[in-house]
């Protein structure tokens, strides 16, 4: 395993995942305000679209089915996650391919609220069939947070290990980064989930090691002491703001370099 880690440490570290939506709360639409009513109101639309649409494979169908295949000279780098890499598109990761300054391609596939279940459903609309040379993959935060229900640890590395086995086995190379740090999420207050996500941050950086992928520990850039998230890098002690982002991005490009360098699987 190759672990990208943050500056002042010896390895490199951390990685990585309603187009325009800034996400107060890690929620699968739009993030419900404080008003008893309006949380109803999301709810109701919530579990609405779990019933007709459960992966919501529906968000990016169309713009899939539109992005021509790459081109002879492009390295695609493709994104899966929730809203923090959904609202990534803010800060440098588009949801529409461009090139950002980098010598590959970029496409942002995060939803807000998912969890990996219905990520591993999306995944070969929103990655396989992008045909990209790397996907960056950050999820877990929204199963320990109960998004689609309880879950236990063992189903979200179940669920991470699926995405691992289908990238490889359609010669992708994969990044797999750690949860980002919470100490508590305003959208489901008490779970007190900062341990969770240390122990799932500890699966996932063995996996990547046992199965020679690269680790980013966003972690360890933004956590504080207690497993939180430092407050002058978060919106909501979840989701990172613009300084938040701007340590991840040299994390995170350093984490598909060190992809890029190592034989397609």
């Not at 649409?53 to 713009?63: G, N, S, Y």
């Not at 809203?83 to 970029?106: A, C, L, R, Y």
Request: hydrophobic letters at 45%; glycine letters at 8%; charged letters at 15%.
């Amino acid at each position: 395993m190759q672990s990208i880690q943050p500056m002042g440490v010896v390895v490199l570290a951390s990685c990585l995942v309603l187009g325009g939506l800034h996400a107060s709360a890690q929620t699968a639409q739009t993030a419900p305000t404080t008003q008893a009513s309006s949380a109803t109101d999301w709810k109701t639309q919530h579990d609405k679209q779990l019933l007709e649409d459960f992966a919501w494979l529906a968000r990016f169908r169309d713009m899939d089915a539109a992005l021509p295949e790459p081109a002879a000279d492009e390295t695609r780098v493709v994104f899966m996650g929730d809203s923090i890499t959904e609202n990534w598109q803010h800060d440098g990761i588009p949801m529409v391919p461009t090139f950002p300054g980098h010598p590959w391609v970029e496409i942002n596939r995060g939803i807000s609220g998912q969890t990996t279940p219905q990520m591993l459903i999306r995944f070969r609309q929103d990655v396989i069939d992008l045909k990209p040379t790397v996907v960056v993959l950050m999820a877990g935060t929204n199963d320990i947070a109960g998004n689609t229900g309880v879950m236990t640890p063992g189903d979200t590395e179940n669920n991470l290990a699926s995405m691992a086995d289908l990238a490889r086995v359609h010669h992708i190379r994969m990044v797999l980064c750690s949860v980002p740090p919470t100490a508590d999420f305003p959208w489901h207050k008490g779970l007190l989930p900062a341990q969770t996500i240390r122990s799932l941050n500890a699966w996932i950086a063995g996996y990547a090691d046992d199965h020679g992928l690269v680790y980013v520990n966003f972690w360890k850039a933004l956590a504080t002491p207690d497993g939180g998230m430092q407050p002058s890098l978060s919106l909501d002690g979840v989701h990172p703001n613009h300084a938040g982002y701007a340590i991840m991005n040299p994390l995170v490009d350093a984490g598909i370099r060190a992809a890029l360098a190592q034989p397609a699987p």
